[in-house]
């Protein structure tokens, strides 16, 4: 092998050892992708079932705090209470109204209509006897205490301890609260905080409703007032009801309530549950639930292993993620949960999807690489089997007709004289001088002819390449996209290596330029793939 075609496969070697580094790399670059689009939809389906799971629980949260508002509410605390206790009042005021009359027809003193009146107005009992009606003159600032049924030591005294100092959202004393509305309108609301005696004891500052009217002529305030937790206790049970309802996910999904003392107090699934202190595994389940509110500013995910039924009747233990949150008013929990067995069946399928796409574009990569090292060779063949190897004509004749019948080693070179002086002598040295015959193509330029084919050739691959390391094609324009690609390399390779083939073995018999119509092929602009 001469130092031409050496030079030449030389060359050739690290043309394939750098297209097999960067298949290599290419192939290694789709796995790491695909891993990492495995690893992303993963993120996405878990994120995605989190936020479904806190939308849920902030419609059930925002349920139960509309209920609670509306109880507190002074304007729907008025059109919940304001019917009964109004007519409670229209009843001692018609009491009021005939001593009244009385008196104006002479049948009676002031005094003793008043007094009358006070009496009769004390017996008025509803609310189970816990209802009743009171009386008061409109001094300012504090009024005075006429009658009353409950308390008779507060009758005749100036109202004016700290104590009633809870009215309106703003503190101000209840009895003055009432005489300023009284005499503003002739008659009103008024909110304010008492404490109420229950069967466990002393309940400080549970919410009440008054109902107050004038009676100009007298100057008397007449009133009553009702504790308002029934408006509560039926907010409650609104919400419990509501909550039972509630359902997502075509009906599995739903919601629980429980306290922060373990206490549950809606499990549709299980309502004989329901007002039990939570034991055993459910105890420490919720406790954790209670931890996560505590930790996370009042909210939080949890994640655990819970029963299941599996295919066949068979009960699993399967990954399931809940989402709690604490409404603070009532001490209540709120929360729901979903299994996320589901996440890895989905990931799993997806993962199985990605290998095979993978799998499928690292075998056409391969084949178009396995191509261009096949038509290197071929190219590499055709420029040592028809180039590198044809004697110069000159010497071919030379050595014919000086010495045919020895066989004369095949040379790119002739030898002629060159005369060189010295001091001594002067000597001829043979000097070595290439001779070329037309369509002769010398050792570096063959070498080029290849860097031109290649360039052209490893031009085209690199689109394919490019479009590999593209993500993972997951649908059918994508597949048909990087087949067509593929296809049209194909082609233009089996086409650039029959015109190579037809070129040189005309170029071998006629005086044409070889190299000339070599570059002219190779840089022709393909067409785009």
Not at 102 to 127: C, F, H, N, S, W
Not at 160 to 187: C, L, R, T
Request: hydrophobic share 40%.
């Amino acid at each position: 092998m001469n130092n031409g075609t050496r030079s030449l496969f030389t060359f050739i070697s690290c043309l394939i050892v750098a297209i097999t580094l960067i298949l290599s790399f290419t192939i290694y670059s789709i796995i790491v992708k695909g891993n990492e689009d495995i690893a992303k939809y993963r993120t996405e389906e878990t994120q995605r079932i989190k936020q479904s799971l806190k939308d849920y629980v902030d419609i059930a949260y925002a349920t139960i705090e509309a209920n609670h508002k509306n109880a507190m509410n002074k304007a729907y605390l008025e059109r919940y209470y304001g019917r009964p206790l109004t007519n409670i009042i229209d009843v001692a005021e018609s009491i009021i109204k005939s001593k009244n009359e009385a008196v104006k027809k002479g049948e009676m003193t002031l005094p003793e209509a008043q007094a009358q009146a006070a009496a009769e107005i004390k017996k008025i009992r509803y609310d189970n006897g816990k209802g009743h009606i009171w009386i008061t003159d409109t001094t300012r600032p504090y009024p005075k205490m006429i009658m009353h049924p409950m308390s008779p030591s507060l009758n005749g005294q100036i109202l004016d301890d700290p104590k009633y100092n809870s009215a309106m959202g703003k503190g101000q004393n209840f009895y003055s609260a009432a005489v300023e509305i009284s005499q503003a309108h002739g008659k009103g609301f008024v909110d304010y905080l008492w404490p109420k005696q229950t069967k466990e004891g002393p309940i400080p500052d549970v919410p009440m409703l008054a109902y107050t009217r004038l009676f100009l002529e007298w100057n008397w305030i007449i009133g009553t007032s009702v504790y308002v937790d029934d408006a509560m206790i039926d907010a409650i049970e609104k919400s419990k009801d509501e909550i039972r309802q509630m359902r997502y996910h075509n009906g599995d999904g739903f919601f629980w309530i429980n306290t922060t003392h373990l206490k549950m107090i809606v499990h549709p699934t299980r309502p004989l549950l329901e007002g039990q202190i939570l034991k055993d595994k459910l105890k420490t389940l919720f406790e954790s639930f209670v931890k996560v509110c505590q930790n996370q500013n009042g909210s939080g995910f949890q994640e655990y292993k819970w029963p299941k039924q599996a295919v066949g009747g068979v009960t699993i233990e399967a990954p399931k993620l809940s989402y709690v949150r604490l409404y603070e008013p009532l001490n209540w929990i709120i929360g729901t949960g979903v299994y996320t067995d589901s996440i890895d069946e989905a990931v799993a399928q997806r993962k199985e999807l990605v290998e095979q796409q993978i799998t499928i574009l690292i075998a056409k990569i391969v084949g178009v690489a396995v191509l261009i090292i096949l038509l290197i060779a071929g190219v590499s063949y055709i420029i040592n089997r028809y180039l590198l190897n044809r004697k110069p004509a000159s010497i071919e004749k030379q050595q014919t007709e000086t010495a045919p019948e020895v066989p004369v080693k095949k040379t790119a070179t002739a030898f002629t004289p060159v005369s060189m002086k010295t001091d001594t002598a002067k000597h001829e040295i043979p000097a070595v001088m290439p001779i070329y015959e037309q369509g002769m193509l010398p050792t570096n330029d063959c070498i080029k002819m290849v860097q031109e084919i290649t360039k052209t050739l490893m031009t085209e691959n690199s689109k394919l390449l490019a479009a590999a390391m593209r993500p993972v094609p997951h649908n059918a324009d994508e597949n048909r996209q990087f087949e067509v690609a593929n296809q049209v390399l194909t082609n233009q390779t089996h086409q650039t290596i029959e015109k190579i083939k037809k070129q040189v073995q005309a170029d071998k018999s006629s005086n044409g330029n070889v190299m000339g119509n070599l570059n002219k092929m190779v840089t022709n602009n393909p067409n785009e793939v």
